[in-house]
């Protein structure tokens, strides 16, 4: 079994940056594709940025030349680094795994989630 434990988060000004991590508890075969995603209020929960075993990096548009996010193998710590924030990217971030996904922002295909870590972002 895996456990996803997601630290970091909080508040930022807009134009700042943030960074959180995912540690992931468990055999690295269970979290070989990890993810981001976010929920804002009142909205549905969206992608927000992927990796695959290889290395391979994926990112919505909202994110993209924003966000980054990276991988520590050795300790299979899954991070996400935020700058240039905007308002709008104040929502309940989480973190999930799967050992294979089809689709990026396909929740149905990751198996495991972590708690949620509120960011806010004010202008």
């Known amino acids: 079994e895996v456990m996803l434990v997601v630290f970091g988060g909080g508040l930022a000004q807009a134009g700042g940056s943030l960074r959180f991590s995912c540690v992931a508890l468990?055999?690295?075969?269970?979290?070989?594709?990890m993810a981001w995603f976010r929920q804002a209020p009142g909205t549905e929960r969206e992608w927000v940025a992927g990796?695959?075993?290889?290395?391979?990096?994926y990112y919505a548009v909202s994110a993209k030349g924003r966000f980054t996010i990276s991988k520590d193998n050795v300790k299979n710590t899954l991070y996400l680094q935020m700058n240039l924030l905007k308002p709008e990217d104040t929502a309940m971030y989480y973190c999930?795994?799967?050992?294979?996904?089809?689709?990026?922002?396909?929740?149905?295909?990751?198996?495991?989630w972590g708690q949620g870590t509120q960011v806010t972002v004010s202008s």
């Open positions: 990796r695959s075993g290889d290395g391979t990096t």
């Open positions: 468990g055999h690295p075969y269970y979290t070989d594709y």
């Open positions: 999930a795994a799967a050992s294979f996904v089809r689709t990026w922002d396909g929740e149905s295909d990751y198996k495991y």
